[in-house]
């Protein structure tokens, strides 16, 4: 069983940047694609960024491009995402999840990662 606990939502302006930070209770972290969903008030949760488990690939949703960076350390079993330029439609419930890297196909279903974290709340204003 693997838990992770997400850390460095909060309340920012439009505009601002914030740093997810995802750890991970597992020894085979390097054996996890680590993900990054989100879930906004009344919509399904979606994809956000994912990486591979030796960090040289990484992958976004379009409307993170160019905001959004997905990092991992390995020796501290932690992935981040650098969230820069935020505006409203940032606003979610943002998720982490690890999935078993031979299992991942796309990076971006949810039904690709085996575990998941409790949610930080990422709320924008403007």
């Known amino acids: 069983q693997v838990q992770l606990v997400e850390s460095g939502g909060g309340l920012v302006q439009a505009g601002d940047s914030l740093r997810l930070s995802c750890a991970a209770s597992?020894?085979?972290?390097?054996?996890?694609?680590m993900a990054w969903f989100r879930q906004a008030p009344g919509k399904e949760r979606e994809f956000v960024s994912a990486i591979t488990w030796n960090g040289e690939n990484t992958y976004y949703r379009d409307s993170v491009k160019g905001r959004f960076t997905i990092s991992r350390d390995n020796s501290k079993n932690t992935v981040y995402l650098q969230m820069n330029n935020l505006n409203s439609e940032d606003t979610a419930v943002y998720y982490c999840?690890?999935?078993?890297?031979?299992?991942?196909?796309?990076?971006?279903?949810?039904?690709?990662?085996?575990?998941w974290g409790q949610g930080t709340q990422v709320t924008v204003s403007s």
């Open positions: 999840a690890a999935g078993y890297y031979s299992g991942i196909l796309y990076y971006t279903l949810i039904n690709e990662y085996n575990y």
């Open positions: 597992t020894r085979t972290f390097s054996s996890f694609a």
